[in-house]
Nanobody, 118 residues
Framework: QVQLVESGGGSVQAGGSLRLSCAAS????????VGWYRQAPGNQRELVAD???????WYSDSVKGRFTISRDSAKNTVYLQMTSLKPEDTAVYYC????????????WGRGTQVTVSS
């Protein structure tokens, strides 16, 4: 079992920055990957950034160049640094962890709201 707790959301004006944190209840290296998803009202949940246990990083085109995912292994925490925020970045942001093997396990945090005003 893995517990994920997000923090760092809030309200900012367009062009501003926020840093989200995802604290995991176990070492991030024991997880095959941790990703940040977001879901805006009326939209499907979408993956915006992901970091694998091996350090491979992926970004969606919509955030590439503006968001940075990183991890602090000592704190079992994955971060999402968001800069040059746009109103369309407004969403609930969720942390997700996956464990792959004979059976796949998926874990979700409860989410943190990010609101960007124009």
């Amino acid at each position: 079992q893995v517990q994920l707790v997000e923090s760092g959301g809030g309200s900012v004006q367009a062009g501003g920055s926020l840093r989200l944190s995802c604290a995991a209840s176990r070492s991030t290296f024991s997880l095959n990957g941790v990703g940040w998803y977001r879901q805006a009202p009326g939209n499907q949940r979408e993956l915006v950034a992901d970091i694998s246990s091996g350090g491979s990083i992926w970004y969606s085109d919509s955030v590439k160049g503006r968001f940075t995912i990183s991890r602090d292994s000592a704190k079992n925490t994955v971060y999402l640094q968001m800069t040059s925020l746009k109103p369309e970045d407004t969403a609930v942001y969720y942390c997700h962890a996956r464990i792959l093997g004979g059976t796949r396990y998926d874990y979700w945090g409860r989410g943190t709201q990010v609101t960007v005003s124009s």
